[in-house]
């Protein structure tokens, strides 16, 4: 079974130039998450969704960030645009049953300079 | 509101000792889970452990048991003979089933 697929590896982009982030969950998980790990931090949660609904976004910057997850599958992260502090690693997620915990992806380590 | 403190920023513990990470939880939720990653220095967040606030079990998982303290809301991980890949970060993380909130994180190192 392939994990959560996460693109790209890496990304370095100049500040206010727009990023786009994907992931493909693991096949069968209804439940995605978005989570931003700064440096020497533990990850912190921007959006959930289940299937294609977003159940919570409350801690996403709603002026620069944004999010889909069409048909309830793969989805993208988009920062437009990115500053300074937008500098982390994206981590997404999924599970079916988060009793049993998320899987993560690899994530995206994001320099923005 | 949740929150997680683990007051433990590096530990070190020699290859094939046992080793106890710190976890701390806040909530007013009477129903919660309680969960334990590691990041290796690759990156991924690897599961490890859960365990549910009405268990009346501590979880266990191969070398890695959770030594759940209901009344003093603590959730220790407790790494039994260490191997040097155990070196990594280690994350405790509380959730009612949804979203989870993680600590600041743990660094272990694990020496010869």
């Known amino acids: 079974e392939a994990g959560v697929v996460q693109s790209p590896r890496y990304k370095i982009i100049e500040k206010k130039q727009p990023v786009a982030f994907w992931c493909n969950p693991i096949?069968?998980?209804?439940?995605l998450y978005w989570y931003r790990q700064n440096l020497g931090q533990g990850p912190e949660l921007l959006i959930r969704?289940?299937?294609?609904?977003?159940?919570?976004d409350s801690q996403l910057p709603k002026d620069r960030f944004s999010a889909e997850r069409l048909k309830g599958v793969d989805s993208t992260l988009k920062i437009q645009p990115a500053e300074l502090g937008d500098s982390a690693v994206y981590l997404c997620?999924?599970?079916?049953?988060?009793?049993?915990?998320?899987?993560f992806g690899s994530g995206t380590r994001l320099t923005v300079v | 509101a949740q929150k997680i403190t683990q007051t433990q920023p590096g530990m070190f513990v020699q290859e094939k000792e046992a080793v106890t990470l710190d976890c701390t939880y806040d909530?007013?939720?009477?129903?919660?889970?309680l969960f334990w990653y590691k990041q290796p220095s690759s990156g991924e967040m690897i599961f490890l452990i859960y365990q549910g606030s009405y268990d009346q079990q501590n979880a266990t998982e191969g070398r890695y048991s959770l030594n759940f303290q209901k009344a003093r809301k603590s959730a220790n991980l407790v790494i039994s003979a260490s191997q040097l890949g155990d070196s990594a970060m280690y994350f405790c993380a509380m959730g009612r089933y949804s979203t989870l909130t993680f600590g600041k994180g743990t660094m272990l190192l694990v020496s010869p």
């Open positions: 969704y289940e299937n294609e609904e977003a159940v919570d």
């Open positions: 096949s069968g998980h209804n439940t």
């Open positions: 997620a999924s599970t079916a049953d988060p009793r049993y915990g998320y899987t």
């Open positions: 909530t007013s939720d009477p129903s919660y889970g």
